[in-house]
């Protein structure tokens, strides 16, 4: 399996139909883990990069993303999330949190990890971090990495001070993993993907629509 082929690198059409969990896990060696998940849940991942890889399992319904990255004091949970169907789902979910006074931080319009977004980012109690989202479309590349202020500054609202900065310190002082090497580390150890059911142009909507 490589970063540019076999994989679609497409979200299943049928696959948004449906709210899924998801859960996003920073990991050592990304083509292991690749072939770990396959043969945990008996499915391909749909999105296959260098730096990111993606499975839509539909039983259970869940969305697991693999990061190349860092696991640091704390385990290797990156975050956990939601995918929700339409985006007033998204604000009725929301507006539930802000009654509780959960610390929250709002993106509209985003393209991060290869797709088009609208989501909020939220800390429990215990500071782990939730993403709650509407998938509107997949993009070829990971996205605006060009606007850091964009993709940091909700997830900073979310954290709040300390937590950022707790955050910060470990990933930059935790815990050390080996890193993945890329699309090299893929190739050498993961199986071909089989290209999932291709989305039609007109298969994605826009907000308004949804």
């Not at 679609?8 to 072939?35: G, Y």
């Not at 393209?111 to 997949?138: F, G, N, R, S």
């Not at 606007?147 to 940091?152: D, M, N, R, S, Y």
Request: glycine share 6%; net charge positive; proline share 7%.
């Amino acid at each position: 399996m490589s970063a540019t082929a076999p994989a679609a690198n497409r979200t299943p059409e049928a696959a948004t139909a449906v709210v899924k969990f998801h859960a996003s896990l920073n990991v050592s060696d990304l083509a292991r883990s690749v072939e770990f998940y396959t043969a945990l849940f008996g499915t391909k991942p749909v999105k296959v990069y260098a730096d990111y890889v993606k499975f839509e399992v539909d039983v259970p319904p869940l969305v697991l993303s693999l990061k190349p990255k860092r696991a640091c004091v704390g385990g290797p949970l990156n975050h956990l999330g939601l995918r929700v169907v339409t985006v007033e789902q998204l604000r009725a979910i929301q507006e539930r949190l802000k009654a509780v006074g959960a610390q929250m931080g709002q993106q509209d319009d985003v393209k991060c990890c290869y797709a088009h977004q609208t989501k909020i980012w939220v800390t429990d109690p215990d500071q782990t971090m939730w993403e709650v989202y509407v998938l509107h479309d997949d993009v070829p590349n990971w996205g605006e990495k060009d606007k850091k202020l964009k993709l940091l500054v909700p997830p900073f609202k979310a954290l709040g001070l300390w937590g950022s900065i707790r955050r910060g310190w470990n990933n930059k002082f935790g815990r050390k993993a080996s890193a993945a090497d890329g699309a090299a580390s893929i190739a050498e150890h993961a199986e071909p993907v089989t290209a999932p059911t291709p989305v039609s142009a007109d298969a994605c909507t826009s907000v308004a629509a949804k």
